[in-house]
């Protein structure tokens, strides 16, 4: 079974410019979460779907920044308008059940992260 | 979820155990606790997790405290891939919140 996909691992954009990073889950699951980690700094939170749903986007910017989890294919994490401050790793992680679902029990399997630079 | 505290750093030798402290003084009866680690330039990933009872698995063991206040991760023999930031996370069960709260974990070095 392979892990949680995502591509393009490097991204290179100028100010300005649009990023699309799409990751792949797990097999079989269904709860797709998104986290960035600053340089030197921790991950954090900031949107999980479910397949064609936001579940909770309180982590996002409140622009530039959108994802979606359509029905057939990979999601997809949208920057518009890049700013240097967006350079960061993104990661996905994927669960085969959400909370109210046991999902305390539940982990969170993770990609290896796409690292965007701005430029 | 509840906080958790942990030390910023420690260091192991090589093949000597290691016992990684959390503490979670507001823990509540519902919340389930997580281990994670982030090895350089790679995603996290699960390492263990427990609701009372100590737990073993392939990767390493958690001991919890009788009153939940407090957990320890133990990795028997570390080894120099077992160098990265590990994370003690608390979710509770019942809870609507699906994300995981990473505090700043703890850097662990591996000496050889």
């Known amino acids: 079974n392979a892990g949680v996909m995502q591509n393009p691992r490097h991204l290179v954009r100028r100010r300005g410019q649009e990023a699309r990073l799409r990751c792949s889950p797990m097999?079989?699951?269904?709860?797709v979460y998104w986290y960035r980690q600053l340089p030197e700094e921790g991950l954090k939170f900031m949107v999980y779907?479910?397949?064609?749903?936001?579940?909770?986007e309180s982590g996002m910017p409140k622009e530039r920044f959108s994802a979606e989890f359509p029905k057939e294919g990979p999601s997809i994490l949208r920057i518009q308008q890049v700013v240097r401050g967006d350079s960061a790793a993104y990661f996905c992680a994927s669960s085969p059940i959400g909370p109210g679902q046991g999902g305390g029990y539940s982990e969170q399997y993770f990609g290896p992260g796409t690292r965007l630079t701005v430029t | 979820d509840a906080k958790t505290t942990q030390p910023n750093s420690m260091e192991s030798n090589e093949e000597e155990p290691v016992h990684l402290p959390c503490n979670h003084s507001?823990?509540?009866?519902?919340?389930?606790i997580h281990w994670y680690r982030q090895l350089p330039s790679q995603g996290p990933e699960y390492v263990i997790h427990g609701l009372t009872s100590n737990v073993n698995n392939r990767m390493a063991s958690l001991a919890i405290a009788e009153d939940r206040k407090s957990s320890t991760l133990i990795l028997h023999r570390a080894t120099l891939r077992d160098a990265a930031v590990y994370y003690c996370?608390?979710?509770?069960?019942?809870?609507?919140?699906?994300?995981?709260?990473f505090g700043k974990g703890t850097k662990l070095s591996v000496k050889p």
């Open positions: 779907l479910q397949k064609e749903n936001i579940i909770d």
């Open positions: 996370i608390l979710r509770d069960s019942g809870g609507s919140q699906g994300n995981l709260i």
């Open positions: 097999k079989g699951h269904s709860h």
């Open positions: 507001t823990i509540s009866g519902t919340d389930y």
